[in-house]
């Protein structure tokens, strides 16, 4: 096999585990608050401690998972085994979640909890090491960058799918049941994505050693103290996925409800996963030619533009289309180098401390962001309930507000806080240096182990 395929293959492989991840975690995002309210019939009261509740469970497994990872030596590394481990609970229990069983309404939201746990937990399984694994991948900031990219452009395509024919397939599957028919559609897209985790299993490698003796958790723990870097980078994480996580919930409210084009909801979501693809294309080229975070910054202000237009464009088809547009092209080139920004500072850490704790510090990162998902989740129900929102009637002025609040207000102000806190990020500045100094350290380890080895078998 030439370098160039191999690259390409190692791309792909990595690439299509994000595809496979987001054919489940945009249904989460788009529809299950809506399965849960408006199908399976729970209270949003319910559903909003249901958020809240499995989110914080997500959270600390998600951390556990990344101690794990740490603490995992195979022939396959450290995070790969669990692409091909987690596979299977992970399409199976997708399938679960949106099964509506005839068990009465304590029932139903046991069910939910157990089988929403249940799918955070095997989306923990394979998801943290899909972000643990990136700095073993390559040691090549610019080749991570591309892998990024490659994984974000799948992740756009799989959610274009999701947002493109989901409702279309619920209509086509259900026969007049939406319960059966968001269920059969759960069953293909799970049935594929536990597919292309095989396919990520067999083509990543993980290549750079980034540490072989094991690293206790008083050990990972202890590399966060003093990564100023990394814990900028966290904050913003509450932000920026909040104001994804808010805008991607109450999307089909908004257009059922206050556009009352309900039909709507299937292209504005398809915009917001196609579309991102633009702005992702460009961030390897652009990443060359100024630091990260000012790329970060720019993207952001492009979003945050493109959601001030569909504020102002309030019912407007062509305003929330074109506003929909720019914001999803700013959103992309954010993703986009959010996800290669977040390999740097591990080797800051590891430059700092002699301590290299890839899958714990990528799994706080999932934690932060799952926290994020379950407060915006939960502050959603909860502005819905204070407007009064009332599933499949015509809803009062006090609800449509809390839907525009949930889907343009506060998205637009979390974007704002999201660029004030990476105004402090430096990483950029000193990267460079860093990275230099890791590998000198590498080869001298290297060099005095191979030089033990032969004054041992002299």
Known sequence: MNTITGVWRQRLGYGVSDFSCNLIWQMITLYLMFFYTD???????????????????????????????????????????????G???????????????????VGKIVYAYLTYIGLSTAYTMVNVPMASIL?????????????????????????TA??????????ALGNGSQAQGFF?????????????????????????????????????????KGNTPWLIFAVNIVFMWGSHFFMQGALIYYFT???????LASVVASIGAFVPIIGTFATPFISKKMYKRTWFMIASTINLIGIIIMLIANVNIAGLIMGAVIAALGFGARQSI????????????????????????????????????AVAGALSGLFLSWGNYVPNQTQTSSALFAIKMNYLIIPACMV???MIIMCFYNLDKIYSKIRAEINARNIEKEETIENSKMVKNA
């Open 87 to 105: 596979a299977i609970p992970f399409g199976l229990l997708a399938i679960l979640a949106f099964y509506v069983p005839d068990i009465g309404p």
């Open 162 to 171: 999701v947002s493109a024919i989901t409702l279309p397939l619920v209509n």
């Open 416 to 418: 704002v806080i999201s």
């Open 338 to 373: 959010y996800f290669s920004m977040q390999a740097d500072p591990v080797d800051y850490g590891e430059w700092k401390t002699g301590i290299s704790a890839a899958g714990l510090m990528m799994a706080l990162n999932g934690f932060i962001g799952k926290v994020a998902l």
């Open 184 to 224: 059969w559609t759960m069953v293909i897209f799970a049935i594929i994505a536990t597919l292309f985790f095989f396919v990520t299993f067999k083509n990543v490698e993980e290549k750079v050693k980034l540490r072989q003796e094991k690293v206790t958790v008083k050990q990972a723990f202890s590399s966060l």
């Open 135 to 159: 700095p073993s991948l390559t040691s090549d900031e610019h080749e991570r960058t591309n892998l990024a990219t490659v994984r974000i452009i799948f992740s756009f395509i799989g959610a």
């Open 39 to 85: 199908v399976m019939g729970l209270a949003l009261v319910q559903v909003s401690v249901l958020f809240l509740v499995t989110r914080i469970v997500d959270g600390i497994t998600d951390i556990i998972m990344g101690v794990i990872i740490d603490k995992t030596n195979t022939r396959w590394g450290k995070s790969r085994p669990y692409f091909l481990l």
């Open 257 to 263: 409800y206050n556009v009352e084009r309900p039909e």
